[in-house]
């Protein structure tokens, strides 16, 4: 049976976070005559409580030779640390790990360069890191400028590039120099759609080689068209580590229990006014699930409830859908000039009681981001009059998981990003 190229076993990570007792900041004349007045105090107040946080607890897996597996997980789920810790960057606190051959690294901007260095001088410095010859790095060089588009900055300081320039040219290096391993952080996000496409093209060009890849990510969609296998840590732990597609909607559920929901129970406390109250706001799937993580492949709904407090009242709901940058994405209200279906209730007297809207916004509609929802619940008599008003109420995230797009896995640029019908003709040799 093949060793594994990587193994991990039993794998942690404990860093001690220190609590000073008293303030921080003294002058030095204060702290002489401390010393030297009340030394037992002194001291005592230098104590400081400390405790520890675990960034990993007893993590075991391991890689074999050309895979490319994708780890994911929320922010502080120890994702980084543990390629830092692959990359002995930061030893463990207990645990083991094997590696079987030369391992290259990109998990932040500038890693293993030097800024006073030119882009050709660095190529050198950080083909040496990775253990190869000058003589094998000469062999690869031009194909790595190539590759990384800065040949007309090659001898320029590395601390005039811009960090995009930065990280087409370590991952160029790291690429083209054949580590055995290669550990790859979130850092290829600040790079552009173009280089983003040629390098998940040499991702897998390289794994072909057999060549192995540990990929770290929040793009889901990058994990899925080039993982088939993932590892989800949560709080240092691994969750699950199987097919990529089941462990990505594995964590759309854990997500899931976040939910985006917002209810006024007390009705005196809700928002609004005599006439109209709001009672509920939340975020549903496609089948009327509580979410907070939206599928971009399928349909979300915006349940909005609200109590009409007068009797024969005529009252409209409309929704404002705000992007994360603060654009209006979008407004609508439950008019059958602006619904696909007819509202029942659409300009008809209500009885008191409680009210329940639903907006459905389609699937492959929405960009991936987060998103703000703000309510109103209005009347028109010669002009709209504002009841209840609850502006970015609730937020929630549409996520990419990799179905809708298969030729590029970047950043899509654009607020929406709907699927549209296009056609391409031959017309001759002209």
């Known amino acids: 049976m093949t060793e594994p190229i990587i193994k991990v076993e039993n794998l942690s990570k404990r860093y001690w976070i220190s609590h000073e007792k008293g303030p921080s900041y003294a002058t030095l004349r204060d702290e002489l005559v401390k010393i030297v007045q009340k030394p037992a105090e002194w001291i005592m107040g230098k104590k400081s409580e400390k405790e520890h946080i675990w960034a990993l607890k007893d993590v075991n897996f391991s890689v074999n030779s050309g895979e490319i597996v994708g780890v994911i997980g929320a922010n502080g789920a120890g994702k980084s640390t543990l390629l830092k810790v692959l990359t002995r960057i930061t ?31 660095n190529i050198y410095l950080n083909g040496a890191i990775l253990g190869m010859s000058r003589k094998e790095i000469s062999s690869k060089f031009s194909e790595i400028v190539q590759f990384s588009g800065v040949e007309k900055f ?6 005039r590039y811009s960090s995009g320039m930065n990280v087409r040219l370590a991952f160029s290096v790291a690429a083209h120099l ?19 496409k040629k390098s998940m093209s040499k991702m897998e060009e390289v794994s072909k080689k057999g060549r192995t890849i540990l990929f770290v990510s929040h793009n889901m969609a990058s994990v899925v068209n080039l993982c088939k296998r993932t590892i989800l840590l949560d709080g240092g732990k691994i969750v699950m580590d199987g097919p990529t597609s089941e462990v990505i909607e594995y964590y759309m559920g854990l997500k899931e229990n976040k939910i ?7 009705l005196d406390l809700a928002p609004g006014n005599e006439e109209a109250k709001l009672h509920k706001v939340r975020i549903l799937s496609d089948d009327g699930r509580p979410i907070s993580e939206a599928d971009i492949q399928k349909e979300t709904q915006i349940e909005m409830s609200y109590w009409n407090l007068k009797e024969g009242a005529k009252l409209f709901v409309s929704m404002h859908l705000i992007s994360s940058q603060g654009i209006t994405v979008l407004t609508t209200f439950n008019a059958p000039s602006v619904s696909l279906t007819k509202d029942e209730w659409y300009d008809k007297e209500k009885p ?11 699937a492959n509609f929405l960009n991936e981001g987060m998103y703000f929802i703000s ?13 209840a008003v609850k502006e970015k109420v609730i937020s929630f995230n549409v996520v990419d998981t990799g179905g809708m797009r298969k030729e590029y896995s970047g950043p899509w640029v654009g607020v929406v990003r709907p699927r549209l019908s296009w056609s391409t003709e031959y017309e001759g040799n002209k």
Not at 154 to 159: A, Q, S
Not at 355 to 360: A, L, T, V
Not at 375 to 387: A, E, K, L, Q, R
């Open 91 to 121: 030893p463990p606190s207990d645990g083991r790990v094997a590696l079987r051959g030369r391992v290259g690294s990109l998990l932040e901007v500038g890693t293993g360069f030097h800024p006073e260095l030119t882009g050709r001088e």
């Open 352 to 362: 008191k009681g409680l009210f329940k809207s639903i907006c459905k916004i389609p």
């Open 154 to 159: 090659l001898d320029t300081p590395l601390k």
């Open 260 to 266: 985006a929901e917002v209810v006024w129970s007390n």
């Open 375 to 387: 309510v109103f619940i209005t009347s028109y008599d010669g002009m709209m009059i504002n009841h």
């Open 178 to 196: 054949e580590p055995e391993i290669l550990l790859i952080d979130e850092v290829l996000a600040v790079g552009d759609v173009a280089f983003q």
